[in-house]
């Protein structure tokens, strides 16, 4: 039987009394803000790949309620183990632009010193580990997160997230599994665009949702409204209440829709037919979300302009500061592998040194992907 779609916001911003999530007037401009600042850093993202500055990037376009408002549900302490598409999980904690724009361009302050892909983050502090390429890996990473938290016994849970792709991988069977068995403290949050890459859902899986298949690893599974924030943050603090007080995890699933390409190297309008695009334009996470707003006398046209305008000049400021600074030294590429390093890498770097170590990047090269 398809699971019913959780939903709380009416398309207009409407909402019923009974629905309504109990956040303050404080969360709810967080929750907004944060959400378009995670709009505005993908557009800056893009711009700079566009511009030749960058070599890829992976917007969230559209899922932006999905990421920020069910990670708005856990506590600051607990893990989130997230894909690329998830930018607004390290805005909601506290992550400056600038920082993750340094990993964008691999330059000298980029926390992995250009090792990783654009936009694979790893943020330690902020409770956010390293992101890795291959679909759905994090998915067993953090379903063995919470197991240590339980027994442990913190108090804290973990959250995964994931698209509707990743649940084809054999670490979602293996993550969901051991999470079941073991009652681990996990959130499984799939974040379904019905997209991976150019594979549609129906060829993903014959499943009539993907939150029933939390049947097959006993626990509960929910179908909710990933383009309604106030719908993504009730199911969620839900989940994590239960994953708290020892009820073990929850798969929800957020139905929403890729509003742009996979990535910069993407073009969707090669196999996605391009009406859906405006169809789902007609439901956009953040102006439904500011109807609401508006509805509620929190903001008004005026004041959505300036948000949006603040953002704006927040990324741009963030992209010029990551942009000026120097690459990463040819020599750091020794740095962090080995506690000692080995006679004949030091010999190496001995080497490099002596020849002045002036190996630059070319950065005309074409990015490989
Ligand atoms: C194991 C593996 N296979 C293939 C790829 C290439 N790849 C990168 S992203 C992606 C699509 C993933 O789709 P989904 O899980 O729905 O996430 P989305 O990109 O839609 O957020 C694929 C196939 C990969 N990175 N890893
Ligand atoms: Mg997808």
């Known amino acids: 039987m398809p699971e019913q779609l959780l939903s709380v916001l009416g398309t207009d911003g409407a909402v019923k009394k009974k629905d309504r999530p109990s956040l303050s007037e404080e969360d709810l401009r967080l929750l907004h803000g944060t959400m378009v600042r995670t709009r505005k850093l993908d557009e800056r993202g893009m711009m700079l790949q566009r511009q030749g500055r960058i070599g890829f990037y992976l917007p969230s376009f559209g899922e932006e309620a999905s990421c920020v408002g069910s990670a708005f549900a856990a506590e600051q302490d607990d893990v989130i183990a997230q894909s690329y598409r998830q930018p607004g ?23 992995v010193k250009g090792r990783q892909m654009p936009v694979h983050y790893s943020f330690k502090d902020a409770g ?6 291959p679909i759905g ?45 073991s009652d681990a403290p996990c959130i499984f949050a799939c974040i379904n665009n019905q997209w991976a890459i150019s594979v549609p859902l129906s060829k ?37 209440e239960r994953a708290r007080n020892g009820f073990g995890p929850t798969l929800l699933e957020f139905l929403t829709f890729r509003m742009g390409p996979h990535s910069s ?11 859906l695009e405006a169809e789902w334009k007609a439901k956009d996470p953040i102006d439904r979300f500011e109807a609401f707003l508006v509805r509620e006398g929190l903001l008004d046209e005026e004041a ?50 002596a020849e002045g170590g002036d190996h630059t990047v070319d950065a005309t090269a074409a990015f490989p992907l």
């Not at 108090?155 to 293996?174: L, P, Q, Y």
């Open 137 to 181: 890996t994090q998915i067993a990473h953090g379903a063995g997160i919470a197991l240590a938290m339980k027994i442990k016994r913190d108090g804290r849970v973990c959250m995964t997230f994931f698209g509707d792709g990743a649940t084809s991988s054999n670490d979602f069977h293996c993550g969901l599994n051991f999470a079941g068995v």
């Open 265 to 275: 190297s993407d073009d969707p309008s090669r196999y996605r037919p391009t009406e």
């Open 304 to 353: 959505v302009a300036a948000i949006h305008a603040e953002a704006e000049a927040e990324m741009s400021k963030a992209a010029k500061a990551a942009a000026a600074k120097p690459p990463p030294s040819v020599d750091s590429m020794f740095d962090d592998v080995y506690a000692e390093l080995p006679a004949h890498l030091k010999e190496q770097r001995e080497h490099l040194r």
């Open 89 to 111: 999980i390290a805005l909601l904690r506290g992550v400056n632009p600038e920082t993750m724009l340094d990993n964008c361009f691999g330059n000298a302050e980029d926390i």
């Open 128 to 133: 956010m580990i390293s992101i890795s390429s």
């Open 204 to 240: 993903q899986t014959a499943s009539l949702s993907i939150a029933g298949k939390s049947a097959a690893y006993g626990m509960p599974g929910y179908l909710v409204d990933g383009n309604d924030v106030l719908a993504v943050y009730e199911a969620t603090r839900q989940a994590v």
